[in-house]
């Protein structure tokens, strides 16, 4: 299903426009979306729930060269659960 699809599922069951449809589904997840750029964690009951986790910068080894190196820089990555 993509969007597209979801817009013709909420329109027909709720029966309003689907411009109406887009609209709402345009707004949650333009709020999702500031919730977890906020670092908060996303919670919808019967759908899954949002977080972003850091990851600290890590150095691995080169064992042809024998010596270290920044490989994993610092990054961030949303975890979802459903």
């Known amino acids: 299903m993509n969007k597209a699809d ?4 909420i329109a027909g069951a709720c029966e309003i426009s689907k411009a109406q449809a887009n609209t709402a589904i345009d707004t949650a997840m333009d ?10 964690r996303v919670a919808l009951i ?16 080169t ?5 270290n190196q920044d490989c994993c820089p610092k990054s961030s990555k949303i975890h979802t659960r459903c």
């Open 6 to 9: 979801l817009v013709d599922k």
């Open 46 to 61: 019967g759908f899954g729930t949002f977080s972003v986790s850091q990851r600290k910068a890590r150095n691995g080894a």
């Open 31 to 40: 709020s999702v979306t500031a919730a977890l750029r906020k670092g908060d």
């Open 63 to 67: 064992r042809r060269r024998r010596h």
